[in-house]
C-alpha cells in the first residue's frame, strides 16, 4: 500500500465525471488500499477516486456514529443513491481537496445507497447521520460536483475545528 497526492482546487479532475467501475482486477484492489491509506494518513473520514487523480467511481469512507463503537469502513464502488428521506440536515463540512474552507451544507438525513464492494458483490445500505453525510458528499465528487457548489454559507477556516469532518 501506498500514500497517494490528494488534488486540490482547481486540479481538472476534480470537475469531471467519473467512469464506472467495470474490472475488479488488481489494480482495483491496490487503488482501494492506497485510498485507505490515504484517507487515514490525511487524516479524513472519506475519500474519493478523483482526489488521488483517478477518474473512477469509487468511494471509502471510515466512521462511525456511534462514539462508543470503533469507525467502521465502507468500501464502495460504483455507488448510487437510490432512495432518500425528504428531510435534510445542515452540517459543517469541509473537503480534503479545498484546503482552509468550511461550509455549512443541507444533505438528505437518510439515504439508501447500492453498488458493489471491492470484488464486485452487490451491497446496499441505509445509512444516516454523518454517515449519510459523507456518502452524499463523496458521491458528488464522483460527479464532479464539490461542497463549495451547494453550501449555504462557505467561510474560510484556518486550523480545521477538532469536531470538524474532512473528506
Ligand atoms: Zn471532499
Not at 501506498?2 to 488488481?26: G, M, N, Q, Y
Amino acid at each position: 500500500m501506498s500514500i497517494r497526492e490528494i488534488i486540490t482546487v482547481p486540479h481538472p479532475t476534480l470537475r469531471r465525471k467519473a467512469r464506472p467501475v467495470t474490472r475488479f482486477d488488481e489494480s482495483l484492489q491496490t487503488l482501494i488500499d492506497d485510498m485507505v491509506e490515504t484517507m487515514r494518513d490525511a487524516p479524513g473520514v472519506g475519500l474519493a477516486a478523483p482526489q488521488v487523480n483517478v477518474p473512477l467511481r469509487v468511494i471509502v469512507v471510515e466512521y462511525g456514529d456511534d462514539e462508543e463503537a470503533p469507525p467502521k469502513l465502507y468500501v464502495v464502488v460504483n455507488p448510487e443513491i437510490t432512495r432518500h428521506t425528504q428531510e435534510t440536515e445542515v452540517g459543517v463540512e469541509g473537503c480534503l481537496s479545498i484546503p482552509g474552507l468550511l461550509g455549512d451544507v443541507e444533505r438528505f438525513s437518510r439515504i439508501t445507497v447500492r453498488g458493489q464492494s471491492r470484488r464486485g458483490q452487490p451491497m446496499k445500505l441505509k445509512l444516516s447521520g454523518w454517515t449519510a453525510r459523507i456518502f452524499q458528499h463523496e458521491i458528488d465528487h464522483l460527479n464532479g460536483v464539490l461542497f463549495t457548489d451547494k453550501a449555504l454559507s462557505i467561510y474560510k477556516a484556518d486550523a480545521v475545528p477538532e469536531d470538524t469532518q474532512v473528506a
